[in-house]
């Protein structure tokens, strides 16, 4: 993945920057929601960062804006963390964009950010606005938002998790409508903005050199993987499965469990493959379903699929009422992985400290670092072989000719035919397996 046209600069010879004041630093996290999943898990663990680093009378204030969705977060939060003030600020044009719920003007956006932070107490001139995944398209107006509070002074660090130029074609499509239909050389200008002020943070090297190629200054591009919490001992196994035997699980088999919100890119048809292949000698869960609308249907579709082949499956696991998350893991005999994108890779290092094998599907490009670090993931493959005799080979040349071509246009590369798909199938058959 690359961006393939440079970033761009903010004109800031219309306004100057907001001098800094004498009052306490401040920072204002931005992201769409605030739900259970890996973003918010990163905005709590920093949360606990800052506090176990904040050593001065006054608290430490920090905003959280977000639309106002916060399934799962810590509510107890604020308990836990008496030298950081905790300022939750709703603001609903920061949700994902919907066709019933279309992105707002991006200097009402910019407004609202703006007369929130203020409403708050927050002075500009005191203020970091750390806003996550801006880039990503689902909030057309954030980026231009962003673009104008920078304009306006303010000060930002956009930490990038993941890409819409990381195959998320319609991300990028919808992005380039809305911000750049006639001209889409302009993109990534409007994505990532340049200035003295606005500095960014990546989770990996990978990441780190993505942008640097594409023109983010050096001095302004921070390596900033995220925070992983040592979870505490986990509760005893056998009374864990003895209750969850209510929900399907069978006590005598192994289980193997992947704690995932079933995005698309979570990729859970292998989950469901690995189920199959193991259908007489073990169980695997997945914990959450998906939240935006989007990605619902094939998540329902893979359920109905596991359910009519009578699959030893069980779903949304991280939901049940009196079953807490160490619990599940706890019940767990290894933590499984199928996904085929990640930003940073969070499992393949919480598995090690729940005291858990990860197994399942690995992602060198993001795992290379981890095992330069000494991190040991002998228990995943980069390839999983499917015997070309038992798939109908014509339909899957076509189906996968039809999904490069459907994600290329969207990306506005150029189309492939028939006979450029012949050059690329050796590369992709080995020892008559795709």
């Known amino acids: 993945m690359t961006l393939r046209r440079r970033c761009g600069t903010v004109d800031l010879a219309a306004s100057a920057l907001v001098p800094r004041t004498a009052v306490s630093m401040q920072i204002a996290i931005v992201h769409y929601h605030l739900n259970r999943g890996g973003v918010a898990r990163v905005i709590e663990n920093h949360l606990r960062a800052l506090a176990a680093i904040w050593h001065y009378p006054r608290p430490l204030d920090v905003a959280l804006l977000f639309c106002g969705d916060k399934q799962g977060w810590p509510e107890r939060l604020q308990e836990e963390l008496p030298n950081v003030r905790l300022h939750e600020c709703p603001l609903s044009g920061l949700a994902y964009d919907t066709p019933e719920r279309p992105a707002p003007p991006a200097a009402q956006l910019a407004d609202d950010i703006e007369t929130a932070l203020r409403r708050t107490g927050f002075s500009p001139g ?6 996550h995944n801006h880039n990503l398209g689902k909030n057309a107006a954030l980026p231009l938002a962003l673009r104008e509070l920078a304009h306006r002074g303010l000060r930002l660090l956009l930490q ?4 819409a130029e990381d195959f998320r074609p319609a991300n990028y499509a919808y992005l380039l409508q809305r911000l750049a239909p ?4 302009a993109l990534p200008c409007l994505l990532y903005p340049q200035a003295s002020h606005i500095h960014y943070a990546v989770l990996n090297g990978r990441d780190h050199a993505i942008l640097s190629e594409a023109g983010v200054a050096d001095e302004h591009l921070h390596a900033l993987p995220n925070p992983v919490t040592v979870p505490g001992q986990l509760p005893a196994r056998e009374p864990v499965r003895k209750r969850l035997a209510a929900v399907g699980l069978d006590p005598s088999r192994r289980f193997f469990v992947y704690p995932v919100r079933a995005i698309r890119r979570k990729n859970l048809g292998e989950a469901v493959l690995w189920a199959a292949l193991l259908r007489d000698t073990a169980q695997v869960g ?6 935006n609308p989007v990605e619902l249907p094939q998540y329902q579709q893979w359920r ?10 069980l ?5 049940l009422q009196d ?3 160490p619990e599940v893991i706890a019940a767990a005999d290894a933590v499984l992985t199928t996904s085929v994108a990640e930003g940073f890779g969070m499992v393949f290092l919480e598995t090690w400290l729940m005291g858990r094998p990860l197994v399942g599907r690995d992602l060198p490009e993001i795992t290379a670092e981890f095992r330069d670090s000494g991190i040991q993931l002998n228990g995943l493959y980069d390839r999983l072989q499917i015997p070309l005799e038992l798939i109908d080979v014509d339909r899957f040349r076509q189906d996968l000719l039809d999904a490069y071509n459907l994600a290329a246009l969207e990306y506005g590369r150029e189309l492939l035919g028939p006979d450029d798909l012949d050059a690329a199938m050796p590369r992709l058959v ?3 397996c795709v």
Do not use: C, M, W, Y
């Not at 005191?126 to 806003?131: A, D, E, G, I």
């Not at 006639?182 to 050389?185: E, F, G, K, N, R």
């Open 126 to 131: 005191s203020t970091l606005l750390h806003v």
């Open 160 to 163: 990038i998790h993941d890409f």
């Open 182 to 185: 006639d001209s889409p050389d």
């Open 286 to 291: 997945n914990t959450l379903p998906p939240l």
């Open 304 to 313: 109905r699929l596991g359910l009519a082949l009578k699959l030893p499956l």
């Open 315 to 319: 779903f949304e696991l991280g939901q």
């Open 323 to 325: 079953v807490t998350f």
């Open 430 to 432: 080995r020892d008559g």
